[in-house]
């Protein structure tokens, strides 16, 4: 007993002397990352190289590093999102396979899932994701803060549950050039959109139209009663989209309602609003004696997850930086028309392939926020679209993103749960509104697409 407690108090000490170790060298890091001379995905060398602390002892600290870095930079704690004590990957391998596992180092599983085998460590670290600032279930990145001005003036710190890859640092890298530039001027709607559609098969064509004519009639006394179904969310109906089609089936009929929400994302508010608007249609409809063959919600004609241009869900929301050509081309080296030429190009490919959108690094950069902040849509298809665009005006080169569709509920409600460790992203990232993510988002995609596309010209990427 006597034996143990002395050990303990061994243990104890030596604990206190590593955490005091650890805080100085914190602190030493989180000085260096203020005065912008350390880049934060290079704290694990640094930590390596200047204080000898050797992976895997440099990736708990680096990440300790980061958090503070960002604490001190916002004045918002680091709480939900947890930092284990062993931050990091190892590598192992299977003795029958020779196939190298890279596995959490906290994961006791420690067993090859194609043959049973125990692995073997290889005695090789690396940090879970580039820019890790903590996380047990997804890894959270940090990637670089964004000034943003136009519709909203604001600096965003982004954190991203990005996965594998450098897109963290090389959006930090982008939101550095962009934040030098003067920051990205953001556009971003007042309202987002939901819409949910009613259709109809008639027999003849003299019935569609009869029922067009009462549906219209009915319209101005409907849209109030419609409001009031959504009036949780504060959604209001627009002027309804008739659609006419001829199939084999008989004469469809699309009314497409939509509505606008300013905090909310109105999915289900929309949903409930029309389907309220289906049983009082019919009714009219059997009172002037029209009778459609079918009355459904046509899904097919709602914009419900679907790629196209005429989707009507969500918010826009659009970022760009304007710089002077001679600066541009003084301060990055690159000829700014290969520049725009560059952009052209790649925007055309998107489109000989068939893509109604473009779709680069905003494909990532988009779920690693949502993923990130935990708010819905969980399934963020339609927010993923982009259209790049880069042109010269007058003196200047305008470089920016659009993001036609980006759909959100940032509040904690009954149109989705938020999770802790979610709300505490948005409250670190500094976003309290749905605008206000629209325009982290496209800032963010700016920074990750104005980087890779400077890499791409320079001929960096990809360069073995
Ligand atoms: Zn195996």
Redesign the pocket.
Same mark, same amino acid.
């Given at each position: 007993m006597r034996i143990f407690s002395f050990k303990k108090e061994a243990e104890m000490k030596n604990n206190d002397r590593t955490k005091g170790k650890e805080k100085t060298l914190v602190k030493e890091c989180v000085d260096q990352l203020k005065d912008g001379k350390l880049p934060p995905w290079k704290v694990e060398e640094e930590l390596e190289k200047k204080f000898n602390l050797i992976p895997p002892d440099n990736f708990r600290t680096a990440a300790l590093s980061r958090q503070k870095f960002i604490e001190e930079g916002t004045g918002k704690k680091f709480r939900y999102i947890g930092l284990p004590d062993k931050p990091y990957k190892v590598r192992n391998q !299977?003795?029958?396979?020779k196939?190298v596992w890279e596995l959490d180092a906290s994961d006791e599983n420690q067993s !090859?899932? /194609? !043959?049973?085998?125990q /692995?073997k460590s290889l005695g090789q670290y690396d940090p879970l994701v580039a820019n890790y600032v903590g996380g047990t279930e997804d890894y959270y990145s940090f990637a670089g803060r964004i000034r943003v001005s136009g519709d909203l003036e604001k600096e965003f710190t982004n954190l991203l549950v990005y996965g594998t890859g450098l897109g963290p640092m090389g959006i930090t890298k982008g939101c550095f050039l962009i934040n030098k530039f003067g920051g990205a001027e953001v556009k971003v709607a007042e309202f987002a959109r939901a819409a949910r559609c009613l259709g109809f098969v008639f027999k003849t064509e003299e019935l569609r139209k009869k029922a067009i004519h009462i549906i219209d009639e009915f319209l101005p006394e409907l849209k109030p009663e419609m409001n009031a179904q959504m009036s949780d969310v504060g959604g209001r109906v627009g002027p309804a989209e008739y659609v006419q089609v001829e199939s084999h089936q008989g004469f469809l009929l699309y009314v497409d309602f939509t509505a606008d929400f300013e905090n909310f994302r109105g999915h289900g508010g929309i949903s409930r609003a029309v389907g309220f608007a289906k049983r009082e249609i019919e009714k009219r409809l059997q009172k002037g004696k029209v009778k459609p063959e079918l009355c459904v919600i046509a899904q097919g004609y709602d914009g419900d997850l679907k790629p196209s241009p005429r989707n009507k869900r969500g918010r826009y929301a659009s970022a760009q930086i304007r710089v002077p050509v001679h600066k541009f081309e003084e301060l990055l080296k690159i000829n700014a028309r290969e520049f725009i030429s560059f952009v052209d190009l790649d925007r055309t490919g998107a489109q000989k392939l068939g893509c109604p959108f473009y779709s680069g690094m905003g494909g990532e950069i988009i779920p690693a926020l949502y993923r990130a902040t935990k708010v819905n849509p969980r399934s963020c298809l339609v927010s993923s679209f982009q259209n790049i665009y880069a042109r010269v005006d007058g003196e200047d080169l305008i470089y920016g993103v659009e993001l036609p569709n980006v759909e959100v509920g940032v509040l904690s409600t009954h149109e989705g749960l938020i999770p802790p460790v979610g709300r505490e992203a948005l409250d670190i990232i500094g976003i309290q509104t749905a605008r206000d993510f629209a325009a982290c988002m496209a800032a963010q995609v700016l920074a990750g697409e104005f980087n890779l596309a400077l890499e791409i010209v320079r001929e960096r990427l990809y360069d073995s």
């Amino acid at each position: 007993m006597r034996i143990f407690s002395f050990k303990k108090e061994a243990e104890m000490k030596n604990n206190d002397r590593t955490k005091g170790k650890e805080k100085t060298l914190v602190k030493e890091c989180v000085d260096q990352l203020k005065d912008g001379k350390l880049p934060p995905w290079k704290v694990e060398e640094e930590l390596e190289k200047k204080f000898n602390l050797i992976p895997p002892d440099n990736f708990r600290t680096a990440a300790l590093s980061r958090q503070k870095f960002i604490e001190e930079g916002t004045g918002k704690k680091f709480r939900y999102i947890g930092l284990p004590d062993k931050p990091y990957k190892v590598r192992n391998q !299977c003795d029958m396979h020779k196939f190298v596992w890279e596995l959490d180092a906290s994961d006791e599983n420690q067993s !090859c899932s /194609l !043959c049973g085998n125990q /692995l073997k460590s290889l005695g090789q670290y690396d940090p879970l994701v580039a820019n890790y600032v903590g996380g047990t279930e997804d890894y959270y990145s940090f990637a670089g803060r964004i000034r943003v001005s136009g519709d909203l003036e604001k600096e965003f710190t982004n954190l991203l549950v990005y996965g594998t890859g450098l897109g963290p640092m090389g959006i930090t890298k982008g939101c550095f050039l962009i934040n030098k530039f003067g920051g990205a001027e953001v556009k971003v709607a007042e309202f987002a959109r939901a819409a949910r559609c009613l259709g109809f098969v008639f027999k003849t064509e003299e019935l569609r139209k009869k029922a067009i004519h009462i549906i219209d009639e009915f319209l101005p006394e409907l849209k109030p009663e419609m409001n009031a179904q959504m009036s949780d969310v504060g959604g209001r109906v627009g002027p309804a989209e008739y659609v006419q089609v001829e199939s084999h089936q008989g004469f469809l009929l699309y009314v497409d309602f939509t509505a606008d929400f300013e905090n909310f994302r109105g999915h289900g508010g929309i949903s409930r609003a029309v389907g309220f608007a289906k049983r009082e249609i019919e009714k009219r409809l059997q009172k002037g004696k029209v009778k459609p063959e079918l009355c459904v919600i046509a899904q097919g004609y709602d914009g419900d997850l679907k790629p196209s241009p005429r989707n009507k869900r969500g918010r826009y929301a659009s970022a760009q930086i304007r710089v002077p050509v001679h600066k541009f081309e003084e301060l990055l080296k690159i000829n700014a028309r290969e520049f725009i030429s560059f952009v052209d190009l790649d925007r055309t490919g998107a489109q000989k392939l068939g893509c109604p959108f473009y779709s680069g690094m905003g494909g990532e950069i988009i779920p690693a926020l949502y993923r990130a902040t935990k708010v819905n849509p969980r399934s963020c298809l339609v927010s993923s679209f982009q259209n790049i665009y880069a042109r010269v005006d007058g003196e200047d080169l305008i470089y920016g993103v659009e993001l036609p569709n980006v759909e959100v509920g940032v509040l904690s409600t009954h149109e989705g749960l938020i999770p802790p460790v979610g709300r505490e992203a948005l409250d670190i990232i500094g976003i309290q509104t749905a605008r206000d993510f629209a325009a982290c988002m496209a800032a963010q995609v700016l920074a990750g697409e104005f980087n890779l596309a400077l890499e791409i010209v320079r001929e960096r990427l990809y360069d073995s």
